[in-house]
């Protein structure tokens, strides 16, 4: 006998779903500002504000992809030879807005090695009127986004990409008031290794999680052992295997498990109380439980 129960799939939809409405408004604002700090670095040859339009290009390029993944998992959904719906692209939408910020990161504290040696006469007003507005509208993008991180992977990493430029639009800012007070040129190239610096270890764990994820670990928050061993003490329970635990997408854990019980047991009821024990005490909504007689053979020939 098996049993499952599917809530969060059939429910309202993924975590990322839920977020659709914000997400397409964070994306049209980030867009139209990238646009305007693009021009004016290229225009006045400012490091830190190149810094800053690049990671609000990966702002633009991650809340797009997130934009893409949650459409497309939300049509494909019902597809009979995707099983599981298309929810897994929100993860592979978030692993690579973490590369994209590495590679971001990485180029600006190189190409920042090179201007301290050779500093570049940054005109700071215009950078500073740019990082300004650039701010604004990253605290704009930044109140979208920020209920939907706890939410979902997905999301989290377009958050996570606003709130560092958000914070490098701010290093833009204290640069350009202290060249305009001082005329340091070395400031423009500062503020884009320090952006750099605070970048990185944020989009590696972004990426970690993701791996996490993909590789079908089970969630960090869930003893695997520990529900093995939950599992067995449900009356008429008498051995438990084969147990998989695993996140789909954000906030969507998977199990799975065999599990024995004596002859003459009401399966039915093993069922109903393992069910229940996974959802009230794991937060595990789906899961697909096989309940055999304790005299049933075979599962145990599995070789993987």
Do not use: K
Not at 42 to 59: E, F, K, N
Not at 240 to 259: E, F, G, I, P, R
């Amino acid at each position: 006998m098996t049993g499952h129960s599917h809530t969060a799939a059939t429910g309202p939809g993924s975590a990322g779903s839920r977020n659709l409405p914000r997400l397409r408004a964070a994306f049209g604002l980030t867009m139209t500002f990238l646009l305007l700090e693009l021009v004016t670095a290229v225009a006045i040859g400012s490091l830190a504000l190149l810094s800053d339009a690049g990671h609000m290009a990966t702002d633009v390029a991650g809340l797009g992809m997130a934009l893409a993944a949650i459409t497309v998992a939300n049509r494909a959904r019902s597809a009979a030879h995707h099983t599981f719906g298309w929810y897994r692209l929100e993860i592979l939408a978030a692993l690579a807005n973490a590369a994209l910020l590495v590679a971001v990161a990485v180029y600006v504290l190189v190409e920042a090695v090179g201007r301290f040696s050779d500093p570049v006469d940054v005109p700071a007003i215009p950078l500073l009127g740019v990082a300004a507005a650039g701010l604004v509208a990253n605290l704009v993008a930044f109140w979208l986004l920020r209920g939907g991180a706890e939410e979902s992977l997905n999301v989290r990493g377009a958050y996570l990409e606003v709130l560092a430029d958000l914070v490098s639009s701010v290093g833009v800012i204290i640069g350009a008031v202290v060249m305009l007070a001082t005329g340091w040129r070395w400031v423009d190239p500062a503020i884009g290794v320090a952006v750099g610096l605070f970048v990185v270890p944020r989009a590696l764990r972004l990426g970690g999680q993701a791996l996490r994820i993909l590789l079908q670990a089970a969630p960090p928050d869930v003893d695997v052992d520990a529900l093995t061993t939950d599992l067995g003490t449900l009356d008429g329970v008498v051995e438990v295997h084969d147990v998989h635990v695993w996140t789909l997408t954000s906030q969507m854990d998977v199990a799975s498990a065999h599990l024995s019980v004596a002859n003459g047991t009401n399966q039915h009821g093993v069922l109903d109380r393992a069910r229940v024990l996974l959802t009230e005490r794991y937060g595990i909504d789906h899961a697909t439980l096989q309940v055999e007689p304790e005299d049933h053979t075979g599962c145990a020939e599995l070789g993987w």
